[in-house]
């Protein structure tokens, strides 16, 4: 995750001593029905030929700015026409039918480790970092979801540049368990066998497009982002997309399509300040929003939910951007509920509660964006 980012930014709302640590954005609010294309796309946000670039013009990009493609910002602009700049089979446009199936066999709940295969969808986010000497060094700081062949579904704070300062995101690894070793290997306490999975898949990152409204009102609400590969990849076994719910209520388990416990997946772990090389799976209590929302003196809305607050057990144990998952209760199949988004700095604390972006309240977003 992102700690000097995210954690102690808003680890600090409401103490006046520490607002300078919160990142910088820039405020407005885009124009709703507005399509999020390259700048070079947006006539209305570049100057007339033969005119120079005007400071209200660039004020305006950074305002309306929803993303890159390409290394190229992209914009929020009324009525643009976005023009495919990639060859290849156009991506995705929907979400797949078939999602959320799992072939772990011994799933194990209160396990530290996640089982290798059980979290197929599970996708490392690598970013190039500068080392001290200026070299650049990989280093995978944010959890995305698999949610088609060629999309992923990561926080909005895991890809604005405003946010990751001087971090560039490169590449996501898809199908990946343990990021010391390739390929991936377990041996079963079953049946004493040692189980490899196939070769993890690295696909290189065509474009990232956030919310439009992502912290504008410096609340950080809104954080979602969907992010385009390169080119798709192939479902099997230890690659498969998640399924987004239609629908949830956290608070009304009994109305509710899905399981009241949820699972929280990722390699983060600011507890030891390092984290895991093997994928980390922890089983969390949803969270009355209300309570939550009391202890994070009321900055929460209705497309959060909260998670954890157990001790020992938080969103310490997932990355920011990362799943927060639930089996439906009819069938075994897997829902994306939630996106880590932030949490306090001691977290894994009683009372202490993890906050998550509700993923089903942009189910439309998300598909909408997959087209961009
Ligand atoms: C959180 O509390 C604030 C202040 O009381 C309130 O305006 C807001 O609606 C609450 N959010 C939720 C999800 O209840």
Known sequence: MLPGLLFLGLACFGLPACEAQRPVVFGGTAPPGCRCVPLTD??????????????????????????????????????????????????????????????????????????????????????????????????????????????????AHCVRPDDIGLLSLKQANIGEWNTDTDPDCFVSPATEKNICAPPVVVRQIAAATWHPQYNTDGKYNNDIAVVRFDRPVTFGSYVQPICIPNNFDPNIPASSELNPLALAVGWGATEKLSSSPVLQEIRLPLVDIQLCNASYLGILNENQICAGGETGEDTCSGDSGGPLVATGKAGGKYFLIGLTSFGRLLCGSKGSFGVYTAVHKYRDWIVQTLAV
């Open 42 to 155: 947006c006539p209305e946000l570049r100057p007339r030929p033969g005119q120079r670039w005007t400071p209200d013009l660039t004020a305006a990009i950074q305002r309306l700015r929803c993303g890159f493609a390409n290394r190229a910002i992209k914009v929020c602009c009324g009525g643009g026409q976005s023009s495919p700049t990639t060859k290849g089979p156009p991506p995705p446009t929907d979400l797949p039918r078939t999602c959320g199936d799992t072939n772990s066999i011994d799933r194990i709940f209160g396990g530290k480790n996640a089982p290798l295969g059980g979290n197929p969808w599970m996708v490392a986010l690598g970013y190039s970092v500068p080392g001290p000497r200026g070299e650049l060094k990989l280093s995978y700081e944010c959890g995305a979801t698999l949610v088609t062949r060629q999309h992923v579904v990561t926080a």
